[in-house]
């Protein structure tokens, strides 16, 4: 049996900067078949290691609808992120996974779609985005909320100001500051934007919210205002993690593992679990 903390080595073929202390990385299996036949779900998370200085999860950002890469957001904050934002391109990494459940696909196809995103909440929620958008036929109507602190801190700022000439989804992108009046949209909170929210059917919709955790108690009663079921309403949440398999515990929340069950929770858990947030 192969030995489940062993991570495989893959290159990393792009990087760059998203803002001052964010980073894109994409990466691929060395061998390119396998690298195509690599399956996940948006939401899940993988766990990436560089020798000396440890291992940690990562949310992926790419969508499973455009196969053969794995891309990642990520923020240098510590001993795994400072190595790897040392690492160049062609450089060789350890990553493992994919962990954890996912966003409910199945459950999600053919409905109304609310994803709200706050900072770094674009690491998880870009691969949700982007997969509806590339099965666009297969949902119903889609609003994507996007804010940002300032200009600067927006994370994909051009990726996300394509997404939003398309005529196919709604997305509405705020930033709480702009200093240097160039922002050409709305100046405010990302909660300002649901005014820009109509003709949702709330019984058929999912709303999925990530950012900072400020932000998950006004978003959710946003969505709770429009009438979208709690059980409807996903969110990600971050624990510590060690092993992303359900072995070390260290994410446990009483009887709930948040590398297995989660890290995607609906409002209904969360209140139904004590600490979940
Ligand atoms: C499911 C999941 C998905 C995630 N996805 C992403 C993602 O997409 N992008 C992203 O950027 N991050 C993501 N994270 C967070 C990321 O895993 C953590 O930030 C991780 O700790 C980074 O590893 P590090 O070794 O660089 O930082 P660490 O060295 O672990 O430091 C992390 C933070 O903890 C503090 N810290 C470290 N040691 C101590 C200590 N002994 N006492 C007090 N504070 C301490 C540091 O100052 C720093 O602020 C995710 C986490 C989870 C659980
Ligand atoms: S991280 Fe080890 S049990 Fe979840």
């Not at 969508?63 to 790897?84: A, D, Q, Y």
């Not at 939003?164 to 990302?190: A, I, S």
Request: charge should be neutral; glycine fraction near 8%.
């Amino acid at each position: 049996m192969t030995n489940p903390f062993l991570p495989e080595e893959m290159r990393l073929v792009r990087r760059y900067d998203l803002t001052s202390d964010v980073r894109f990385f994409q990466v691929r299996p060395v061998d390119m078949d396998r690298a195509l036949s690599l399956r996940y779900k948006p939401g899940q998370f993988m766990m990436i290691s560089l020798a000396g200085a440890g291992e940690a999860p990562f949310s992926i950002s790419s969508t499973p609808s455009r196969p053969g890469m794995l891309e990642f957001c990520i923020r240098k904050v510590g001993r795994v992120t400072t190595e790897l934002f040392k690492r160049k391109e062609n450089s060789l990494i350890g990553v493992r996974g994919p962990y954890g459940n996912g966003f409910p696909l199945e459950k999600m196809i053919g409905k109304d779609n609310l994803i709200v995103v706050g900072g770094l909440g674009a690491a998880p929620l870009r691969s949700l985005l982007l997969y509806i958008l590339d099965n666009r036929d297969k949902f119903g109507k889609f609003y994507f909320l996007h804010g940002a602190k300032t200009p600067e801190e927006m994370l994909f700022r051009k990726e996300f100001f394509e997404i939003k000439e398309r005529d196919d989804l709604n997305c509405h992108l705020t930033v709480d500051v702009d200093e240097k009046g160039q922002w050409p949209f709305h100046v405010g909170l990302v909660t300002d934007l649901f005014s820009k929210v109509e003709e949702l059917d709330p019984e058929n919709t999912y709303a999925t919210v990530c950012g900072p955790p400020a932000m998950y108690k006004f978003v959710i009663a946003e969505f709770l205002k429009l009438g979208i079921p709690k059980h409807q309403v996903l969110m990600t949440l971050e624990r510590r993690m060690h092993c992303g398999i359900g072995k070390c515990g260290h994410c446990a929340i009483g009887p709930i593992y948040t590398c297995l069950d989660g890290p995607v929770f609906s409002y209904w858990d969360v209140l139904h679990m004590k600490d979940l947030i």
